[in-house]
């Protein structure tokens, strides 16, 4: 394994996805490529583009959460931050299933529809529509130290 990526909305999910990505990249030698998608509505023309400040926003925050996870990593480890513009579900399936990239993780907001009861939105829209290995962390959950694993398949 030589590459994690962290899919991140600077939520307090994806602060916790975050201590995972640093407890795997230390446990097993990887880098952490921290990721975040943006998405600028279309308006009617008569608004100024907002996408400047949404970018120089994403800059500060990618800065900030690139400081911590530097911080945290062990000597010769690497982060480093993308961002793209795009329908989040596509763009983010289309970068998790890039053979460059060993796992991915990402915060779990809970929804409240029937196809997000588990998982929100997001998450339930990446893990339909990418192969890769995905770890997603729950809301409001805590880092705690992996002793077991469990591994669910069904007959697919």
Request: a negative charge.
């Amino acid at each position: 394994m030589k590459n994690i990526l962290l899919l991140t909305d600077f939520s307090e999910a994806a602060d916790s996805a975050t201590d995972y990505a640093v407890h795997w990249a230390n446990a097993l030698n990887c880098d952490i490529t921290l990721y975040h998608v943006y998405q600028v509505y279309s308006s009617t023309g008569s608004f100024i583009s907002v996408e400047r400040y949404i970018i120089d926003d994403l800059e500060r925050d990618m800065g900030k959460a690139l400081k911590k996870i530097r911080a945290a990593l062990n000597p010769g480890l690497n982060a480093t931050a993308k961002y793209a513009k795009g329908d989040p579900i596509p763009t983010l399936s289309k970068i998790a299933g890039r053979e460059e990239y060993d796992l991915v993780i990402m915060g779990n907001h809970g929804g409240g529809s029937r196809t997000s009861i588990f998982w929100g939105t997001t998450t339930s829209g990446v893990v339909h529509k990418t192969n890769a290995n995905l770890l997603a962390v729950p809301d409001s959950y805590q880092f705690k130290e992996v002793k077991n694993i469990v591994l669910i398949i069904d007959d697919e």
